[in-house]
Structure formats: structure tokens, C-alpha cells
């Protein structure tokens, strides 16, 4: 077993992409299991640390965007890594199959609508990915109403300006003071296929399962050409792809917690600095509510948990 880190994952452009380079699975021996949720639940909390202050600072905002086959992961991913994060700082939006209002604009608009606020963390289980995986698997472009110029090119070229355009609208964010982290959760068929089997075993899964999840596992070879093409074209320096083995889950979920804290120790948030007269603003505010109790700081004979909850 060879360990991977994150730089391991990255993916930013230079050079040809292979996804064969990049293992669904890395055998993390069972016994060291705690070690690493211990470490995700480290990466939780300062996670939530940077967070306070980039909502607080709130000049930068950051897409972190999931991509994966069905079963990879992505919800519990969400579920377990984001847990100690403050709901107020965070939006989450999942791309489904586009309404016919979203198929009547531009790929991009629903995407956009959803962006979070400069300061938060908007969180895409799926995103306009979708629109080069599934779209170009099932040949869906070509059921859009759309003028003939446009869909008068080849394939390839019809995908071809749509990762251009993606790399536009990411260079866009990048300098409207956005990060997008990407993240391909990488499972393998033989992985997928066994939670399948536990979803339909389960019936509290049950509920996550539809039938057509395995007409499309046939289309599997289909979707990794796509992936791979995809994260080959889309891939930068400031938009890197992280390909992270997902076929032990707690082992994907530190790792995306890494590429998480990393992302936001690289926005390098500050709580704001008062300037001087604010600060004198604030001196003569607590003059005043201290003369309210004839100058007597009576904070000390609170139960001192009260503060601490805060
Ligand atoms: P799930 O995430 O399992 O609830 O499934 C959502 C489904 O919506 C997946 O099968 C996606 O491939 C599909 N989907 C998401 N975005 C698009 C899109 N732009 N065009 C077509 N299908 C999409
Ligand atoms: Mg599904």
C-alpha cells in the first residue's frame, strides 16, 4: 500500500491526464481507520475555524464542486466533512436533471444563480461538469433547441468550446476573488456495483436507489472517457482537479477535508481589524454599560459555561 497525499490527487493542467494514473483505491489497512477519521475530525475543526473568518472577512468566496459516479460518495462526503461548519457561512446546491426553465438558458445560469457570497462556502454536489459528462455520454446536446450554428460542429468541437467556456467562467471567478475547488471522488465499477447491492439490501437505502442508476453503470468505460477528457481540459493552475480515491470512504473523506482546509488557508482569511476611531468607539460604549452597575464588572459571578457557549 502506498499512501497518497493530496499533491497525489492534484491535477492542474500541466501535462497529459491519464485517470488510469489514479487509483479508485489505495488499501488502507482496516486498523488504521480511526487514525484517519481522527484526523478528518482535525480538519473539521479548523475547517470551521477558517470559515468563522472568512465570513467574518468576507472578501473571498469559495465553489467547492463534487464530482462522481452514482455511490461514490458525495452525499456523506457532505454530510461528515462539512459537519462543524456554521450552517450560516455554508449553501449547498445539488444539480439535478435540468428543469425545462434551466434547459431554456445558457448551461452556466443555473450554476451562476447558485454561487455563493464573497465570505461563504458554496458547496456543488454535482455542477456544470454535468454538462460535459452525462450531456456528452448521451449525446443530450443534441436534443437542445438551439440555433444551427451552434449545433451544426462536431462533437468534439461542440465539447471543446463547452471546456473552454468552463475554463473562462472559472478564470472569471478566480478574478472576481472566487477559489473553485474540484474534486472527483474516483470509485471504482466493482466498488459501485457492491453499494448498489447494499442499497437495495437496505431499506433504510432504498430510497437512493432507482433502477435506471443501473442502465447507466453499463455506460461505465463511457463516463471515464468523459471524466478523463473533462479534468484534462479543465484543469488549471488556479482551478486544479483533485482525483481522490473513493472506494474506502473514510479515506476519501480525509482527503477532501485536506483539500478543503488547504483551499482555505490559501484564502488566508483575517478577522477585520477595527480602524482607530472604531475602537475608541468601543472603549466609550463599554464606559458607558460599566456606569450602568456604578462602574462594577459583575461578568465574573456568571457562570462562567454562559460565555463559553458563545
Ligand atoms: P442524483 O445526484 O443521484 O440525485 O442524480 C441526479 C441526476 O441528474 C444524475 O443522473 C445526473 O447525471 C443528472 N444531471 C445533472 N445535471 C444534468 C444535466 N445538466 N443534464 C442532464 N442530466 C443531469
Ligand atoms: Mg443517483
Given at each position: 500500500m502506498e499512501f497518497q497525499e493530496l499533491k497525489d490527487c492534484?491535477?492542474?493542467?500541466?501535462g497529459h491526464f491519464k485517470?488510469?494514473?489514479?487509483?479508485?483505491?489505495?488499501?488502507?489497512?482496516?486498523?488504521l481507520r480511526p487514525n484517519f477519521e481522527a484526523l478528518t475530525e482535525a480538519n473539521t475543526q479548523r475547517m470551521a475555524e477558517l470559515q468563522d473568518r472568512l465570513y467574518a472577512e468576507g472578501r473571498e468566496g469559495v465553489v467547492v464542486i463534487l464530482q462522481a459516479m452514482?455511490?461514490?460518495g458525495k452525499d456523506s462526503t457532505i454530510k461528515h466533512v462539512m459537519?462543524?461548519?456554521?450552517?450560516?457561512?455554508v449553501t449547498v446546491a445539488s444539480f439535478k436533471q435540468p428543469s425545462s426553465e434551466e434547459l431554456?438558458?445558457?448551461?452556466l445560469w443555473r450554476a451562476v444563480a447558485r454561487l455563493p457570497r464573497r465570505g461563504c462556502i458554496g458547496l456543488f454536489n454535482?455542477?456544470?461538469y454535468e454538462d460535459v459528462l452525462v450531456v456528452r455520454v448521451h449525446d443530450l446536446q443534441k436534443t437542445y433547441r438551439m440555433p444551427k450554428r451552434v449545433l451544426d460542429t462536431s462533437k468534439d468541437d461542440f465539447f471543446e468550446q463547452r471546456y473552454r467556456q468552463i475554463r473562462d467562467f472559472e478564470r472569471y471567478l478566480w478574478e472576481n476573488g472566487y477559489r473553485v475547488l474540484k474534486i472527483f471522488l474516483n470509485v471504482s465499477s466493482a466498488e459501485q456495483r457492491r453499494r448498489f447491492l447494499d442499497r437495495i439490501d437496505d431499506e433504510s437505502k432504498n430510497?437512493?436507489?432507482?433502477?435506471?442508476d443501473v442502465t447507466e453503470r453499463q455506460l461505465w468505460p463511457k463516463y471515464m472517457e468523459a471524466y478523463e477528457q473533462c479534468i484534462d481540459r479543465t484543469a488549471t493552475k488556479e482551478a486544479p482537479w483533485y482525483v481522490v480515491p473513493a472506494d474506502q470512504k473514510f479515506y476519501a473523506r480525509w482527503l477532501v477535508s485536506e483539500a478543503i482546509v488547504r483551499t482555505l488557508e490559501a484564502c488566508d482569511p483575517h478577522y477585520p481589524e477595527l480602524p482607530a476611531e472604531q475602537r475608541d468607539d468601543l472603549e466609550t460604549a463599554r464606559q458607558g454599560l460599566l456606569s450602568e452597575t456604578?462602574?462594577?464588572?459583575?461578568?465574573?459571578?456568571?457562570?462562567?459555561t454562559e460565555r463559553e457557549n458563545n
Open positions: 492534484r491535477f492542474d493542467g500541466s485517470l488510469d494514473d489514479y487509483p479508485t483505491d489505495v488499501h488502507v489497512e482496516k486498523r452514482d455511490a461514490a459537519s462543524g461548519i456554521n450552517p450560516q457561512g431554456a438558458h445558457d448551461f454535482r455542477s456544470y430510497w437512493k436507489f432507482s433502477s435506471s456604578g462602574g462594577h464588572d459583575d461578568r465574573s459571578e456568571r457562570d462562567a
